[in-house]
């Protein structure tokens, strides 16, 4: 293996990664199940699911067989003036499990893609119907909507990704998450001025995740709702992260029982085997596109979109969620997560530990040596990616009792041993 790593790493640039001062990436041979195999032959427990991805575990054989079947048949045909099955199968049954009239699905090959779709969207929304002036978006506070230009200007300004490229960035409007009734006024306040300038008000529902894994409650989406209908203006649920049911139901705006109007869904839309994303937007914003005048049809075509290996993938993910207990695994993992980390709370440092579906989250007021803690999980056997101020667990829902014990026993030991 030391040919391949050593001649490569000359060549490659890795994410958010600071190349002179890196410890250098492990390498890995293969994935199995919650598995990482490392070609030194150490084996990794993923507590992570790669970015929250992998929602079935690794390699599942249901997922690979129709990977393998549609690349025999049709790994990929242009989407202009093209359609496949897999495609069209994938977005009537994300159109079914959505709520309320959310089905039509306009898919691309990112998430932060998908974000910048549904922005598109909802700019265009407003010009088609002929209502000017609706050009901004209101966001929150801990915030990550993804790291293109578009995208960087919605996320929270402060979280530090981004700042270099403030001047770059068109100006939006990041404010409070109205979880207070202070900030609920606020809120309704600062819509007061100005919100017939919105296009629309995007959020990550119940949990925002890169930019913190802080969580709300659904009353607040309720409000962002109200808000968004009494303005005119559209509510767009970023549930890239959320979505597939990493916070207990199947979609967290089941969760608050309303329906957005745009939904941007990737992460685990193919359990973590390809790059997929959609965006999908409610009937009463695509009747906006619904127009004699070609100048009205949305203006977006990724070369990738609708992948139809990505598309097997993502219909066999749902068969998955159908065929196997996901959500049931998600309270259980919900469960043993808030009974294993509230023992963090002791510990020197922590200030915080929340559990929401599976997702569990120790914050700090300071991680210090963000490289040794890293350095300590993996020492530990398991693959944990600390952040911010805080460390998190985002297991596969297939993860075992064993598994999550493992998970949750090197937390409290590598949160101890911290100097
Ligand atoms: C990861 C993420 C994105 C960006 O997705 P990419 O595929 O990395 O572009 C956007 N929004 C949320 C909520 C995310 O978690």
Not at 122 to 140: D, H, M, P
Not at 305 to 333: H, K, T, W, Y
């Amino acid at each position: 293996m030391t040919d391949w790593y050593a001649a490569g790493l000359e060549h490659i640039w890795l994410p958010y990664t600071q190349m002179k001062t890196v410890t250098p990436p492990l390498a890995v041979a293969s994935t199995q199940g919650t598995r990482i195999r490392l070609s030194d032959g150490r084996e990794l427990i993923d507590g992570i699911a790669s970015w929250w991805t992998a929602c079935h575990g690794y390699n599942h054989p249901h997922i690979r067989a129709a990977v393998q079947t549609q690349v025999e048949r049709l790994p990929h045909v242009m989407f202009g003036g093209l359609v496949h099955e897999q495609a069209l199968t994938l977005a009537r049954r994300l159109a079914q499990i959505l709520p309320g009239d959310l089905d039509r699905v306009f898919f691309s090959d990112s998430g932060s893609v998908s974000v910048e779709i549904a922005m598109k969207m909802a700019i265009q929304y407003f010009l088609n119907k002929g209502e000017r002036g609706r050009s901004k978006f209101v966001s929150f506070r801990h915030g990550y909507h993804g790291d293109t230009i578009g995208t960087m200007a919605v996320c929270d300004p402060d979280e530090g990704m981004h700042s270099l490229f403030t001047g770059l960035l068109p100006e939006q409007w990041v404010v409070d998450l109205p979880d207070t009734p202070e900030k609920l006024a606020a809120l309704e306040a600062f819509f007061q001025t100005n919100g017939e300038r919105v296009a629309g008000i995007l959020v990550e529902p119940l949990v925002q995740g890169a930019g913190g894994m802080k969580m709300h409650g659904a009353k607040v989406l309720r409000h962002l709702r109200r808000i968004a209908d009494a303005h005119g203006t559209l509510l767009i649920f970023d549930e890239i992260f959320v979505g597939f049911g990493r916070t207990g139901t199947m979609f967290a705006c089941e969760a608050a029982g309303l329906v957005p109007d745009i939904v941007t869904l990737s992460k685990a839309l193919t359990g973590g085997t390809m790059a997929l994303a959609a965006t999908i937007a409610t009937k009463r914003v695509f009747d906006a596109f619904w127009d004699d005048r070609p100048s009205a049809a949305l203006m977006h075509g990724p070369t990738y979109m609708g992948n139809a290996l990505a598309c097997a993938a993502a219909n066999a993910s749902l068969d998955l969620f159908e065929n196997e207990p996901r959500l049931i695994q998600v309270s259980a993992i919900e469960a043993h997560l808030a009974h294993a980390l509230p023992a963090c709370r002791d510990l020197p440092g922590v200030v915080d530990v929340r559990v929401k579906g599976a997702i569990g989250v120790v914050e700090l007021a300071a991680i210090g040596d963000l490289n040794a803690l890293k350095r300590a999980f993996v020492a530990e056997g398991v693959w944990v990616r600390p952040f911010g101020n805080i460390v998190y667990l985002t297991p596969a829902f297939t993860a075992t009792e064993e598994d999550l014990a493992t998970l949750t026993g090197a937390v409290h030991k590598v949160l101890s041993a911290r100097v």
